[in-house]
């Protein structure tokens, strides 16, 4: 805790506009060097969650807005007009105010979005400098998104960014497709009655649930096996 804080007074001491607090991932299954670092010594679920809000309350104490989940801007940044206003986003690199469809990927790995499909870079350093050698694109695998899969990202989104998923607002944009996601929306309502509050046209997440909000949106995506989401949530 100690070191955190004391990380945290250096980040002041910079005065950004703008920040986030992310968590360390550790895979060494996927980047081999993580292997040199004991896995058990690391922060367990509640210490990591206990640091997180040690340092978000740091910056909020400081004069910050919290954004979304994971963000943090002065009152004054773009980032924070655009919460407030209900115009913020989420893309692959966190919580944006910028509006545009696309966001276009550069380097290995990295993930390109486009208004129909997602496109990732070869995730090897030696394979994407190939691709781009050879004249080629850097794309190594991607995804068709259905008109299902905006439907939900939507909603992934509209958790994220507003805690709230708005009914009227899905209708408007897809129709009588958006009411695909009200067995979902009942599942939410009671699997987590209490941090959550669901009305006629809103699902609201509380704020004591939104520590919970990655797992209640991902309640939402398809792509995550039922036992899965069951398991975040016991």
Known sequence: MARLDHTVSKVLELAPDRLAIFGYAHVPWVSKRQQLIDGDALPKEVERYELATLAAQRFVDAGFDTIGIDHL????????????SGLLRRNFQGYTDDTCPTLIGLGASSISRLPAC????????????????????????????????????R???????????NRP?????????????DPLIAQVATR???YVELSENYLDISRAGRP??????SWFDAHVPDGVKYSQAS
């Open 155 to 165: 909603v992934i989104e509209m958790l994220m960014c507003d805690f709230r998923l």
């Open 169 to 181: 607002a899905l209708h408007q944009v897809f129709g009588d497709t958006s009411n695909i996601v």
């Open 192 to 194: 987590f009655r209490d």
């Open 73 to 84: 801007a002065r009152p004054a940044d773009t980032l924070a007009r655009a919460a407030r």
């Open 118 to 153: 997602y496109i990732q870079n070869a995730p090897a350093t030696a394979a994407y400098i190939q691709r781009i050698e050879s004249g080629t694109l850097a794309g190594s695998r991607g995804h068709v998104m259905t008109e299902d899969d905006r439907l939900r990202a």
């Open 212 to 217: 919970l909000t990655r797992i209640i949106a």
